[in-house]
């Protein structure tokens, strides 16, 4: 795991790869409350876009358990 750049809300993030076969996963953990948020994609994809998508679905995850706000 290597910590990533933070977020907008200034947390820190951390963004763990799993590469297995042509399939590559990336989960990114806020470094705060441990909430996780996992994407999959073609261990061909570009790193940056897999790391961009699931720090867009953890940030969607905080939101949503923060009541939308």
Do not use: H, W
Not at 2 to 21: C, K, L, M, N
Not at 37 to 55: E, K, N, Y
């Amino acid at each position: 795991m290597a910590p990533s750049a933070s977020r907008g809300s200034g947390g820190e993030i951390f963004v763990e790869f799993i590469v297995q076969g042509n399939v590559a996963k990336a989960t990114a953990i806020d470094a705060a409350c441990g909430t996780e948020a996992s994407v999959v994609g073609p261990a061909s994809a570009p790193r940056a876009a897999l790391v961009d998508a699931a720090r867009r679905k953890l940030e969607y995850l905080l939101k949503k358990q923060n009541g939308g706000t």
